[in-house]
């Protein structure tokens, strides 16, 4: 089982930045597709971007192309995302995600607390 804690939200003007963390605790943190999920009020939870274990290949939403990268640091058990020109669209509260997919079995998933982006126009 992993536990995973976000930090890095705030308020920040529009075409500003942040950069979000998730710390994970547990042994086998490589292990894992990692990836970053919002929530806006009203709306359904999205992905945002995705790192994924096998291979070091990422997705992006269309949304955030070009504007946000997400990383990860398998010695330091964490994933990030930073968040470079920020619109009002993207305020919401952003989830830290932990997949680990086994064959044969289902696959496990973990989410962080979430951490709330808020960005003024």
């Known amino acids: 089982q992993v536990q995973l804690v976000e930090s890095g939200g705030g308020l920040v003007q529009a075409g500003g930045s942040l950069r979000l963390s998730c710390a994970a605790s547990?042994?086998?943190?490589?292990?894992?597709?990692m990836g970053w999920y919002r929530q806006a009020p009203g709306k359904e939870r999205e992905i945002v971007a995705r790192y994924r274990r096998s291979g070091g290949s990422t997705d992006y939403a269309d949304s955030v192309k070009g504007r946000f990268t997400i990383s990860r640091d398998n010695a330091k058990n964490t994933v990030s995302l930073q968040m470079n020109s920020l619109k009002p669209e993207d305020t919401a509260i952003y989830y830290c995600?932990?997949?680990?997919?086994?064959?044969?079995?289902?696959?496990?998933?973990?989410w962080g607390q979430g951490t709330q982006v808020t960005v003024s126009s």
């Open positions: 547990g042994r086998t943190f490589s292990s894992y597709d």
């Open positions: 995600n932990a997949v680990l997919k086994r064959p044969f079995y289902s696959d496990s998933i973990y």
